[in-house]
């Protein structure tokens, strides 16, 4: 064992040292760690702690990343980019943890990088007794595009490929997951990426993985409003925003993956409601069963009968029995229980001053600024659209990752269903490969299921 560890960080060093007045090129000293698994294993990994990604350091305390190499890994191992930013809040780099998919990627062999990342909260004192915030949009997804560039200028000196990596996230971190997804590369991000210092190198990543994204900002009041019109008190207001988004919806232009059918407000519910529907069968098929009150229709059957012979008994047809497809949803019957499992947001949902997207827009006194309607500045909706990863799929400046893995629990309230599906919609409009669902039972959270998440990951390659 002595001698593997020898092996594993000797060269690394070495290829290190042929750079050493550069601030960044990979030099770190590797630590070996072990991770003791839920099912009993030990997985042996070597830590690289406390790496800096930039040179122009505006939070020492946050912009710096961990790297882990997994007992075993090549430099054509895949490495997974797992960030905690949550709340659009900053994010410190971490250890590797049993119970999420860090400590799995490490379990099947994957590299494992943890950056840290400033947020709407992040603050330096500027040397005046003053604290500037230093993390405003779109800073954060900044400095996690300049991770990504750090790990693929130092392709050669570490272990893992930076042609294989694979961001990860949850919630706002699912925002940013999709954002390096989507905008990699787009010079609407260059000048602010020179000014920290990044490394001289691109920064696409090879897939995308999305738990419930809270993503596409500006128009996610719209989108929340039209999905929960009916289960708010002033339905009249939230049909007045609701009807906002169905312009916006019809100006995307999505088709259906499977029949190429445009998209409308006109048949667009129907289309939500299958993903709906596809989610009680795979619960169904797994065992579960769903009470009649969630208002799904089910298809019906009936026995067959007995041919009637003559002298012999008449047979009445049998009750039609209840199969296990899912064919409909009452949806607002369905909507109403997802409410009383959690209540909604207050009006608006996001554009209100109290919340972290308005925090996340605000300036460098921590005022938090409105980023929707017509007096927002052109700087301001410069930095929402940089902040949303639907204004850039299709954009041939941007190169977007070819493979994504989009989940959006069926319980999950804090934003609309809509978000998710039409990002993930507009992916394999864009002809990129997409596993999207919409989880049965889950509510706002990530990194579950990981057998059917790191199936798919070794299906990539």
Same mark, same amino acid.
């Given at each position: 064992m002595k001698r593997y560890?020898?092996?594993?960080?000797?060269?690394?060093?070495?290829?290190?040292?042929?750079?050493?007045?550069?601030?960044?090129?990979f030099r770190a000293q590797g630590e070996a760690k072990e991770l003791n698994m839920l099912d009993g294993q030990t997985v042996r990994y070597t830590a690289y702690t406390g790496i800096r990604y930039v040179t122009?350091?505006?939070?020492?305390?946050?912009?710096?990343?961990?790297?882990?190499?997994?007992?075993?890994?090549?430099?054509?191992?895949?490495?997974?980019l797992r960030t905690y930013v949550g709340g659009y809040r900053e994010s410190k780099a971490k250890m590797p943890s049993a119970l999420d998919a860090t400590g799995r990627a490490l379990q099947e062999g994957l590299c494992v990088c943890i950056p840290g990342s400033r947020g709407n909260d992040s603050a330096t004192e500027n040397g005046q007794g003053q604290m500037?915030?230093?993390?405003?949009?779109?800073?954060?997804?900044?400095?996690?595009?300049?991770?990504?560039?750090?790990?693929?200028?130092?392709?050669?000196?570490?272990?893992?490929?930076?042609?294989?990596?694979?961001?990860?996230?949850?919630?706002?971190?699912?925002?940013?997951?999709?954002?390096?997804?989507?905008?990699?590369?787009?010079?609407?991000?260059?000048?602010?990426?020179?000014?920290?210092?990044?490394?001289k190198?691109?920064?696409?990543?090879?897939?995308?993985?999305?738990?419930?994204?809270?993503?596409?900002?500006?128009?996610?009041?719209?989108?929340?409003?039209?999905?929960?019109? $009916?289960?708010?008190k002033d339905v009249?207001?939230?049909?007045?925003?609701?009807?906002?988004?169905?312009?916006?919806? $019809?100006?995307?232009?999505?088709?259906?993956?499977?029949?190429?059918?445009?998209?409308?407000?006109? $048949?667009?519910?129907?289309?939500?409601?299958?993903?709906?529907?596809?989610s009680a069968n795979r619960f169904v098929a797994e065992g579960g069963e769903i009470d009649d009150s969630l208002g799904f229709g089910f298809a019906t059957y009936y026995p067959p009968t007995p041919p009637y012979r003559p002298g012999g008994p008449r047979y009445v047809r049998a009750k039609p029995i209840k199969s296990g497809i899912a064919t409909d949803v009452d949806l607002d019957q369905y909507l109403s229980y997802v409410v009383s499992r959690q209540a909604l947001k207050e009006v608006p949902a996001f554009d209100n001053l109290k919340s972290p997207e308005c925090r996340l827009f605000g300036d460098t006194q921590d005022i938090p600024a409105h980023f929707t309607g017509n007096d927002a500045s052109e700087d301001l909706r410069h930095r929402v659209r940089m902040m949303n990863p639907m204004y850039y799929i299709s954009d041939p400046k941007a190169q977007?990752?070819?493979?994504?893995?989009?989940?959006?629990?069926?319980?999950?309230?804090?934003?609309?269903?809509?978000?998710?599906?039409?990002?993930?919609?507009?992916?394999?409009?864009?002809?990129?490969?997409?596993?999207?669902?919409?989880?049965w039972n889950r509510s706002h959270e990530g990194d579950y299921n990981l057998d059917?998440?790191?199936?798919w990951i070794r299906d990539l390659y």
């Open positions: 560890w020898t092996m594993l960080v000797l060269p690394i060093l070495v290829m290190g040292a042929t750079a050493k007045n550069d601030p960044l090129c122009n350091v505006e939070d020492s305390a946050v912009q710096t990343l961990n790297f882990f190499v997994p007992e075993g890994a090549t430099q054509r191992s895949p490495i997974l500037v915030f230093t993390g405003k949009a779109p800073y954060g997804l900044a400095d996690l595009k300049a991770v990504v560039r750090y790990l693929r200028y130092n392709d050669k000196r570490m272990m893992g490929s930076a042609e294989r990596i694979i961001t990860d996230g949850t919630s706002a971190g699912g925002a940013m997951s999709a954002l390096l997804g989507a905008t990699a590369n787009h010079p609407d991000y260059e000048p602010l990426l020179t000014q920290m210092g990044a490394a190198a691109k920064d696409n990543v090879f897939a995308a993985v999305c738990y419930c994204p809270i993503t596409d900002l500006d128009h996610a009041d719209m989108a929340y409003e039209w999905l929960y019109q $009916n289960q708010r009249e207001a939230a049909r007045k925003t609701g009807g906002q988004y169905e312009r916006y919806f $019809n100006e995307l232009k999505l088709r259906n993956p499977k029949t190429g059918e445009l998209l409308t407000s006109e $048949n667009y519910m129907e289309y939500m409601k299958s993903w709906l529907t596809a977007t990752a070819p493979h994504w893995y989009i989940r959006h629990g069926a319980l999950d309230r804090d934003t609309s269903f809509p978000v998710a599906i039409n990002l993930a919609t507009k992916l394999m409009n864009e002809g990129r490969e997409v596993d999207f669902a919409l989880p059917d998440l790191f199936r």
